[in-house]
């Protein structure tokens, strides 16, 4: 059988209440993971071997670049996908007053009263 899996997979460093109770991944794909995400994070690394045509499927499809058929694949992926760092880009200005004041055609040092 392929994914054979002796233990359940949990990844308690990405999901501290479970696969299931995430709300990423649909109730057959937190199965699925849950069943036989040891053996195809194993497959993934490279500490294990393909040992049936689904296995080398599976290797082949999260390998290459292209579009994504195979079931198991497809939602190995989408995990990979949730469990990558996301990249925050921000809006605001980050730096101290003589940098903004500078841009802003002035000096820190301008009091900017009138009353001078």
Request: glycine share 8%.
């Amino acid at each position: 059988m392929s994914f054979e899996s002796e233990k359940p997979f949990n990844d308690f460093q990405h999901f501290a209440r479970g696969i299931r109770r995430s709300g990423d991944f649909t109730i057959n794909e937190s199965e699925l993971l849950e069943r036989c995400g040891w053996a195809m994070m194993e497959l993934y690394k490279g500490t294990r071997k393909p040992k049936d045509k689904a296995e080398k499927v599976f290797l082949e499809q999260l390998n290459s670049g292209e579009v994504i058929t195979d079931h198991n694949a497809k939602v190995f992926s989408k995990y990979l996908k949730v469990i990558r760092p996301r990249h925050l880009h921000r809006l605001c200005s980050v730096g101290n007053d003589d940098t903004i004041a500078s841009l802003a055609g002035g000096s820190a040092d301008d009091s900017g009263s009138i009353d001078e």
